[in-house]
Nanobody
Framework: VQLVESGGGSVQAGGSLRLSCAVS????????VGWFRQAPGKEREGVAA????????YYVDSVKGRFTISQDNAENAVYLQLNSLEPEDTAMYYC?????????????????????WGQGTQVTVS
């Protein structure tokens, strides 16, 4: 299972970015794809997740109302729309995948529950 992130970049505070996660061997069966981020010197934290079968979405409180996770089954992709970006959002963003419906393996924002990871895409907000 391969995941490839793209879409990162440098923006000013208040700006927007759209991150993409291309998922190989994508199936419509129960799968959970999460977005995580890690700032220098900090733990990797879960930002958002979506169950590809049921479309359920999950967000960490700090991004609710600003970030939106979505999926395109035809494109085998999961997206993360980042709006109203703040300097505190600066981090490397990763997508990850696990094989459940985002409920069977516990909270989908827990990094240790994921086995497959992408290489990351950098988001810098100034």
């Amino acid at each position: 299972v391969q995941l490839v992130e793209s879409g990162g970049g440098s923006v000013q505070a208040g700006g927007s970015l759209r991150l993409s996660c291309a998922v190989s061997r994508y199936t419509y069966s129960s799968s959970c794809v999460g977005w995580f981020r890690q700032a220098p010197g900090k733990e990797r934290e879960g930002v958002a997740a979506v169950s590809t079968g049921g479309g359920r979405t999950y967000y960490v409180d700090s991004v609710k109302g600003r970030f939106t996770i979505s999926q395109d089954n035809a494109e085998n992709a999961v997206y993360l729309q980042l709006n109203s970006l703040e300097p505190e959002d600066t981090a490397m963003y990763y997508c990850a995948r696990r094989f459940d419906d985002c409920r069977g393996l516990g909270t989908p924002l827990r990094k240790n529950s994921y086995k497959y990871w992408g290489q990351g895409t950098q988001v810098t907000v100034s």
